[in-house]
């Protein structure tokens, strides 16, 4: 037979159509179950102390999986040697301007809260944050200093009766428009008296808030002491029932005194109070020259002399000419103030967080914990000084900041976790290499080692760097029933 015949009869043979069959397709690959996925990261969750490698799945703004099983994305994120953890939330720092809402996206902050300082109109406050779009989530409290300022220019003057209600009714006139809390700073305002505080702090209980407290004293030269400070807001928050925050307590009511300030803060607590305290991890602190802070007799108060002062933003050390310049523009000077010490036994008090006290502002008259105050704390009190583990580092950035302020908003209880459910606010970093790079004179500079930072689901910081395009932050107003 020969070839040809041989086709022929293969063709024969062949059944109808079976030639011209097509093919069946591939099956399709499943569509990717996650908007984002973060894949063999360290996942760390303070609240449910989980400390495993595992895969998070994001969908929209919320975490939807935290799993050891293989997940797929639209977009995967290999942290493969990365630690995965709640965004930091900056519970003491100021109005989210730029630039310093980039220098926080780099230190691995997600929310940025302006409880030092804040707003009289939390309606004027929330509308100018929405028209600049904060690429990172924002709230403020009631600033009775400000309010105070409007009304009385004296500022070592007690407010008359009078004055004392109308400010009582701006302060319940901000907490029903979604103020997280109420604020005073003491040292600031001398004469701001208990008949004025008694009234505000009542309210802030009502609307089951914390009072955030700068005391009166930041020294332990008498009359006048850290401890009295303390003792003062302790019996406030006995009186009026309100919860209450200490704000920086390494460079105001514990400088030269943290171990008995501490002990002081252990028995309010133990008593029933609810109180808490934050520091900054710096051994300066630093404030404005021409602020009360600066009144006749500093130099023995703190312990220091004009040499000891420098310039915000640059590398001049002061004179007593130079000071007495600055005091007049109203510049910000580091304070080289604050013994070491203090830091880790502050950090050793289970109830103490981190808070910055600061924000970059243009000009950048700062200090570097504007910018590096978060990984900082590591870098310094978890793989230097050992105070702190990683686990207990990353608490008090995220879930303790969180339930600071849970009873005044149920947004808070989304947040500081890294859980199904919670808000996919996550900063991924190098716990071998995170530091701050943040110095006096250059506090604009970001710091290193976070890889990864997402804000409501979005990525704003990767590889490529900072995506300023990216504005996903959200505000953040109290919302829970007065009691």
């Not at 703004?61 to 797929?72: E, Q």
């Not at 008090?349 to 914990?369: C, F, K, Q, T």
Request: net charge neutral.
């Amino acid at each position: 037979m020969t070839p040809r015949s041989l086709t022929l009869l293969i063709l024969f043979c062949v059944p109808a159509g079976y030639a011209t069959r097509p093919s069946a397709p591939p099956p399709a690959p499943p569509a990717p179950a996650y908007d984002i996925v973060i894949r063999r990261g360290r996942v760390m969750d303070p609240e449910r102390q989980v400390d495993s490698v595992l895969n998070v799945g994001i969908s929209g703004g919320t975490i939807v999986a935290v799993t050891g099983d293989s997940i797929t994305g639209k977009r995967t994120i290999d942290a493969s040697g990365l630690v995965v953890a709640p965004g930091f939330i900056d519970i003491l720092s100021y109005d989210p301007v730029e630039p310093g809402v980039w220098t926080k996206l780099a230190d691995g902050v997600t929310t940025n809260l302006a409880m030092h300082g804040g707003t009289t109109d939390p309606d004027r406050w929330y509308g100018a944050m929405a028209r600049q779009r904060p690429p990172l989530n924002y709230g403020v409290s009631f600033f009775y200093n400000q309010a105070r300022a409007q009304l009385i220019g004296n500022r070592y003057a007690a407010a008359p009766a009078a004055l004392r209600k109308q400010l009582v009714a701006t302060a319940e006139r901000a907490l029903d428009r979604g103020a997280l809390g109420v604020s005073f700073s003491l040292e600031y305002f001398p004469g701001v008296s208990p008949e004025e505080i008694i009234p505000v702090m009542a309210l802030a209980a009502a609307h089951g808030v914390p009072a955030f407290f700068h005391a009166r004293y930041s020294d332990m030269e008498e009359p006048g002491t850290n401890l009295d400070g303390l003792r003062e807001i302790i019996a406030y928050g006995r009186e009026t029932g309100a919860a209450v925050h200490i704000d920086h307590l390494n460079s105001t009511g514990g400088t030269f005194s943290m171990d008995r300030s501490i002990a002081l803060l252990d028995s309010a607590r133990a008593s029933g109070l609810d109180i808490t305290a934050c520091v900054y991890p710096y051994t300066f602190w630093a404030t404005y020259l021409n602020s009360a802070r600066f009144d006749k007799g500093w130099q023995q108060r703190f312990r220091i002399s004009y040499g000891d002062l420098q310039l915000g933003g640059s590398s001049e050390r002061l004179t007593q000419e130079s000071f007495l310049e600055y005091r007049k523009l109203g510049k910000l000077a580091v304070a080289y103030a604050i013994p070491g010490e203090d830091n880790e036994i502050a950090l050793r008090a289970p109830y103490v967080m981190i808070g910055s006290d600061a924000i970059l502002e243009p000009g950048y008259n700062n200090h570097p914990r504007a910018s590096g105050a978060f990984s900082r704390t590591i870098a310094v009190h978890v793989r230097e000084l050992k105070t702190l583990t990683l686990m207990d580092a990353i608490a008090r950035m995220t879930l303790l900041p969180a339930r600071r302020l849970e009873l005044a908003t149920n947004a808070m209880r989304r947040k500081g976790r890294l859980q199904v459910g919670a808000d996919a606010d996550i900063v991924v970093f190098d716990a071998a290499r995170i530091r701050d790079r943040a110095t006096v004179e250059h506090p604009e500079t970001p710091s290193e080692g976070v890889g990864f930072v997402l804000v409501g689901g979005k990525v704003v910081l990767d590889e490529a760097g900072l995506h300023k395009d990216v504005r996903n932050g959200s505000p953040i107003r109290g919302s829970v029933t007065r009691q």
